[in-house]
């Protein structure tokens, strides 16, 4: 069964609004959480990596004041998209790991900003 | 960094084996994953291999790393439409706590 659930599965907002993707071990906690964006028919990409109880590190190139990455507990990190527009629309995928055991992926968020 | 590199496509027909290869370029990763991603969906951590490992076997999935080439592959026997996907490889860093993707190879599979 899953072990990372990522919800919302798809969501649709209009431009100007945040939305907010929750990632969450199941069943064990994760030291470390990463969050990944996909376009179209290419690979993943990583956009930040999360530890418990301290500030994301993000990839060279993505806004962490657009993208805010919350991890409060060693289960559940957030992701919020700040005033998003068209172009940020794309697949958002977490995945966590605890120390020792292979990375687990969430089923991913589709975003639509309209 | 760390660079994957991966076809793009393949194309099989049922019942054949198909075999999806990758490279990469740090030699220090200790951990290297393939995932399979289907239509709309998430990653499926298919199988991993730690790096003193030369093979896994799981049922149908057979992994092969070669170090010194720094070459992975998946093969899949008796493949069958449901493995119809993109199939990614991802290497770790040292720490094991960092992946790097190759691109994925899209795989087909012709009744």
């Known amino acids: 069964g899953a072990v990372v659930s990522q919800h919302p599965s798809w969501v649709i907002c209009k431009s100007g609004t945040s939305v907010k993707i929750e990632c969450r071990s199941l069943d064990f906690q994760a030291t470390t959480m990463f969050w990944y964006r996909q376009f179209p028919k290419q690979s993943l990409m990583l956009m930040a990596t999360s530890n418990e109880g301290s500030k994301a590190t993000y990839e060279q190139g993505v806004e962490k004041d657009k993208f805010l990455i919350n991890h409060a507990s060693l289960t559940l990190s957030t992701l919020t998209v700040t005033s998003a527009h068209p172009e940020d629309s794309s697949f958002y995928i977490c995945s966590a790991m605890h120390r020792g055991s292979p990375l687990h992926f969430g089923n991913g968020t589709r975003l639509t900003v309209t | 960094g760390e660079d994957v590199e991966q076809s793009l496509f393949l194309s099989v027909r049922e019942g054949d084996s198909s075999v999806i290869n990758c490279t990469y370029t740090?030699?220090?990763?200790?951990?290297l994953y393939w995932y399979k991603q289907e239509p709309g969906a998430g990653l499926q951590l298919l199988t991993y291999i730690f790096s003193n490992m030369d093979m896994k076997q799981d049922q149908r999935l057979t992994v092969l790393l070669n170090k010194k080439d720094k070459h992975l592959s998946l093969r899949i026997a008796d493949t069958q439409t449901g493995d119809s996907a993109i199939y990614f490889c991802a290497v770790s860093n040292n720490a094991g706590n960092m992946l790097t993707f190759g691109g994925g190879t899209r795989l087909m599979v012709k009744p």
């Open positions: 740090d030699s220090s990763s200790t951990y």
